[in-house]
């Protein structure tokens, strides 16, 4: 793997823009191929997919000094939203007067960042728009406890193409636990309760006790490919909705990719990045050493982890958006752009939730009123 501290960065592209040969339209990218093809015309043009491995850099020297950055490595436009915080690039002739993750008009057209990290690979886009349109029409129709006008205002929101920034993290983990393991024994124990009739009866019981031992252990863990959004456009219980991604899949970063679709510049920068994916090893971490205290159960586990040989990488990922509004309140709809998985969110009806509470409370009552005055 390359050291990104020792590495000298290769110089940016040349501002690159995908017109068609053939009637001089911009070219976009075709979900499930490795083609641009111009939605006019229908010109087609193969996007040249290197074979090399994709790079990851050493973390601890990033951290120290990150490395120059190269942009998008084609000319883009940055429009900033106001009410989710994303910051989306698109193609100079695309029109983008709304927000792509959460469809508010209070975007403000701003320069794209120059010293953006270009990302090392992506994930290129598999489901087709109409598949991701059919996803999201079914999806509507089977929403129970929503109001009934609903599916109306939901056609008004539009899908958007769109690539989701993410860091991955690759480490070894060195951990010691020490724990108090519990093993379960049981005791005949005797007690006193009264009858029918009135009279004290005397009964035995097998009562559960727990025996301490103190244990220890040692373990080894490796990480690869721990994955973590950058993105703020969208929120994090959606995105954990549709993830995870295939990353067996990923090819070599190429702007061409990103003809026909947005792509948002990363909002949590690599040294936050790195909090959350160590928080998440942690995390797993932790639960595997729980698993290896012996016993039954256990209690005051505390864990001491090393971590080293840490590296990174950037990568886009695709998402399909369905952002609409529904009473001035934004809600959102996400079909993955590689596997198809989906997660949404929409408004509940009060008045239905309701009305089938006052159901189950009636059919309670009849059933009481017919089998338990006669039980």
């Known amino acids: 793997m390359s ?46 997919v290197t074979p090399e491995a994709i790079r990851e850099y050493d973390l601890e020297s990033a951290l120290l000094s990150l490395p120059h950055t190269e942009g998008w490595g084609s000319e883009r436009r940055a429009l900033h939203c106001e009410n989710c915080g994303a910051t989306t690039t698109f193609a100079p002739g695309q029109v983008a007067g709304k927000c792509a993750f959460c469809g508010s008009s209070k975007v403000v057209e701003q320069g794209s960042a120059a010293n953006l990290i270009r990302p090392e690979s992506l994930v290129p886009f598999a489901i087709p728009r109409e598949d991701a349109q059919e996803r999201f029409r079914k999806w509507i129709s089977s929403l129970w406890f929503r109001p009934n ?4 205002a939901a056609q008004l929101g539009t ?3 769109a690539y989701l920034p993410f860091w991955t993290f690759d480490a070894f983990v060195s951990s010691h636990w020490t724990a108090e393991a519990g093993y379960y ?24 006790k727990i025996r301490w031992e103190w244990a220890a252990g040692s373990r080894q863990d490796f990480f690869d490919d721990e994955l973590v959004c950058a993105s703020t456009g969208l929120p994090p ?11 067996d899949a990923l090819v070599p970063y ?29 995390g ?48 959102r709809f996400l079909v993955n752009g590689q596997t198809g998985k ?13 009305g089938f509470v006052l159901l189950l409370i009636t059919i309670g009552l009849l059933l009481w009123y017919f089998f338990g005055r006669n039980g």
């Open 3 to 48: 050291d990104i501290a020792t590495t000298t960065p290769k110089p940016p592209e040349a501002i690159r823009r995908f017109p068609c040969k053939q009637c001089g339209a911009g070219l976009e990218f075709k979900p499930g191929q490795t083609v641009l093809q111009c939605p006019y015309c229908g010109h087609r043009e193969e996007i040249p």
């Open 149 to 152: 006008d609903l599916k109306h």
């Open 159 to 161: 899908i958007s193409g």
């Open 185 to 208: 024994y049981y005791v005949t124990e005797q007690y006193t309760e009264t009858d029918s009739e009135g009279r004290s009866v005397t009964k035995t019981r097998q009562v559960q």
């Open 237 to 247: 219980h959606l995105i954990a909705g549709i993830t995870p991604y295939n990353l």
């Open 254 to 282: 190429e702007s061409s990719f990103l003809a026909g679709f947005a792509a948002e510049e990363y909002q949590i920068d690599l040294t936050a990045g790195w909090g959350v994916g160590k928080q998440q090893m942690e």
């Open 284 to 331: 797993q971490v932790h639960a595997r050493c729980a698993g290896d205290v012996p016993g039954d159960t256990h209690r005051n586990l505390n864990v001491d982890m090393a971590f080293s040989q840490m590296q990174f990488k950037h990568l886009l990922a695709p998402v399909w958006v369905a952002a609409y509004l529904y009473q001035n309140k934004s809600f």
């Open 342 to 354: 989906t997660s949404g969110e929409a408004p509940l009806s009060w008045w239905k939730i309701t």
